[in-house]
C-alpha cells in the first residue's frame, strides 16, 4: 500500500481512510440489494396523551434487518442513504407501508412518519405523499410527517410551499428534535407547524439539571401562544412523566409507554377481529 508523507509534507493516502471508504461502499452495496430484497422493516413506537397516557399516535422508526449483521438502526444508514439519493426510494416505502398499516388501525390513532431533508426536497414529496394515501385509503388526516430544523436550514420559498400544501390536505406537520438546532426560535415565525417535538435531551435532563425544566415549561407556553401541540421525546421514568405532565406537555413519547416494535407485536391494528363465519 501507498503510505507516508507525500513531498510537500502531507499525508495523501491513510490506509485507515481507505478502509473506511470500503466499508461505506459495501454499505451503500449491501442497502441496494437490500431495498430489492425488502429487508427493511418498520417499528411502530407509541405516542400518548399526557393525563390519560392513551395511545394518540405511533411513530414510524424504520429498522434494517441486515443478512449478516442483523437488525441495523437507521442512524448507521440514513445518512449514507442521504449521499447516494436512495433515500428517496427507501422514503416512498416507508410512506406507503406506513400509511396501509395505520389504515388498519383505529381512527383516532395517528401515524407520524420521518421525513429527511434529502427526500423533502425532492420536487415529487407530494405526489409520493398522495399515492401512498391514495393507495392506503387513510385519510390525510391521520398522517403527520416529522422534519427536523435541518430541512429548514435552506429554508426557501419552496420548501415553506410544500409545507402549506401538505397542511391544506390536511396532513400535520411536526418539527422533530427540537431545540437542538441553530435559531429554532426563528423557524417558528416562518411556518405554522402543528406540532413540537421536544427533543429527549430536555427529558433526560429534567432531573439532573437546574433549568432544564424552566426551558421545557418555556417551550409548552410557546406551542400554547402559536397554537401547537407539545410532545416531550424519551419519556424513560415516571418521575419524568411527573414533571412533564405538571409542566403542561400536551404528549409524551418513550421506553416508559412502549419501546418500538414490530406491527406485528402491536396492541392495536392488525387483523381487526376473527372472521365469525370461518371460524368452528
Ligand atoms: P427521531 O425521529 O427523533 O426518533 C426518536 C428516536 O428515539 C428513535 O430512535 C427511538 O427509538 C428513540 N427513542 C424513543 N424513545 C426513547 C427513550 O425513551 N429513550 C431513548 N434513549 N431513546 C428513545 P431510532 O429509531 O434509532 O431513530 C433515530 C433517528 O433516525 C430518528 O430520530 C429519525 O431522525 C431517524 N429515522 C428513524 N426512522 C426513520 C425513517 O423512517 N425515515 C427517516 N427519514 N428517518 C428516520
Ligand atoms: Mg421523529
Ligand atoms: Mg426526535
Ligand atoms: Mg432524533
Not at 40 to 57: C, D, H, N, W
Not at 204 to 227: E, F, H, Q, S
Request: net charge negative; proline share 4%.
Amino acid at each position: 500500500a501507498i503510505k507516508g508523507n507525500g513531498r510537500n509534507g502531507f499525508a495523501f493516502f491513510d490506509p485507515s481512510m481507505a478502509a473506511e471508504a470500503d466499508q461505506r461502499h459495501q454499505l451503500e452495496v449491501d442497502f441496494r440489494a437490500g431495498l430489492a430484497r425488502g429487508e427493511f422493516e418498520l417499528y411502530y413506537q407509541p405516542i400518548v396523551a399526557s393525563g390519560s397516557r392513551r395511545s394518540v399516535g405511533m411513530e414510524a422508526l424504520v429498522r434494517w434487518n441486515h443478512p449478516d449483521q442483523g437488525l441495523i438502526a437507521p442512524d448507521r444508514f440514513i445518512a449514507m442513504a442521504e449521499d447516494t439519493g436512495l433515500v428517496g426510494t427507501l422514503g416512498e416505502w416507508i410512506l406507503q407501508t406506513a400509511c396501509a398499516e395505520a389504515a388498519t388501525w383505529p381512527d383516532d390513532v395517528k401515524i407520524a412518519v420521518n421525513i429527511s431533508p434529502v427526500q423533502f426536497r425532492k420536487t415529487n414529496l407530494l405526489d409520493v405523499i398522495m399515492c401512498a394515501l391514495v393507495d392506503s385509503g387513510l385519510p390525510p388526516e391521520r398522517l403527520e410527517i416529522e422534519i427536523t430544523e435541518r430541512v429548514l436550514l435552506e429554508w426557501e420559498v419552496e420548501h415553506v410551499s410544500t409545507l402549506h400544501q401538505l397542511k391544506n390536505l390536511g396532513v400535520a406537520v411536526a418539527l422533530d428534535d427540537f431545540g437542538t438546532g441553530y435559531s429554532s426560535l426563528s423557524y417558528l415565525t416562518a411556518f405554522p407547524f402543528d406540532k413540537l417535538k421536544i427533543d429527549r435531551c430536555f427529558t433526560r435532563d429534567l432531573l439532573a439539571r437546574d433549568g432544564c425544566g424552566a426551558i421545557v415549561c418555556a417551550i409548552v407556553n410557546l406551542g400554547r401562544t402559536l397554537d401547537m401541540v407539545t410532545v416531550a421525546e424519551g419519556v424513560e421514568t415516571e418521575a419524568q412523566q411527573r414533571m412533564l405532565e405538571a409542566a403542561g406537555v400536551g404528549q409524551m413519547q418513550g421506553y416508559l409507554f412502549g419501546r418500538p416494535a414490530p406491527a406485528a407485536d402491536l396492541a392495536i391494528g392488525g387483523p381487526t377481529t376473527a372472521d365469525a363465519t370461518g371460524s368452528v
